[in-house]
């Protein structure tokens, strides 16, 4: 069973790639999978050694890889989309897997972010480009996987500022009362219905860019 996962985790990586090789989500996997394999013990058996050729023969198939480390993946992947919030938070993501001791590099290339304003008819005044939902990934990505709760605590009073009807980042109208006045309803926070009776929780979703992670669990990964 383990040596099928093997190989079905890989199919899942090159269909994410095939989907959109440019989602956060799918240059997530596209590192986790070939870390852990590159972390694995050498084959040893004959089924072993199979599964090992195949994913050999395979891997040139993806262009991403050519002739690189998964440093320089992760660096060419950062250079392409540096302007993105999401696309920064998942290379700081990799860069903290694959050197553990450029943590602080990585959290600096969170904040250093910029949220900038996006283009639009200006009706309902000027609009930045981050959305509610991404920023809140990247405060749990700061205060769990990064672990870093002061940086994440100064992630949270930053986005409070963008997004003060936020109950999540406790913004300064967030204990607002509700007005039942179908203007406020209908109002947008950086593109987000502000109604309080809408269905969908802040914090809900657990992916950048609602992508799901189809390789969501590498840590039993094994060739025996």
Known sequence: MRKQKVLLAFQAVKQLIRLDENNPDSHRCLIR???????????GTDSEK????????????????????????????????????????????????LEPDKKLQAIKLIEDSTNNTASGNGVVGPIKEWGIQDCIN??????????????????????????????????????????ADSSFESSTENGNVLNPEAKIKEGDADTLNGTV???DDLSNLSMR
């Not at 999978?33 to 084959?43: D, M, Q, V, W, Y």
């Not at 992760?74 to 999401?86: D, G, P, R, V, Y």
């Not at 672990?147 to 204990?175: I, L, M, Q």
């Open 213 to 215: 992670h189809i390789v």
């Open 33 to 43: 999978f070939f870390h852990k394999i590159n972390s694995l013990p050498a084959p």
């Open 50 to 97: 199979l599964i090992w050729n195949v994913l050999e023969a395979e891997r040139p198939d993806l262009r991403q890889l050519h002739g690189k480390s998964l440093v320089e993946v992760n660096s060419n992947f950062l250079e392409k989309h540096n302007a993105s919030l999401t696309h920064r938070a998942a290379a700081a993501e990799m860069m903290y897997l």
């Open 138 to 179: 990247v405060h749990k990505l700061l205060d769990t996987v990064l672990a870093e709760h002061d940086v994440a605590n100064r992630w949270k009073v930053r986005c409070a500022e963008y997004f003060p009807c936020s109950t999540y980042f406790e913004g300064a109208r967030s204990a607002m009362p509700y007005i």
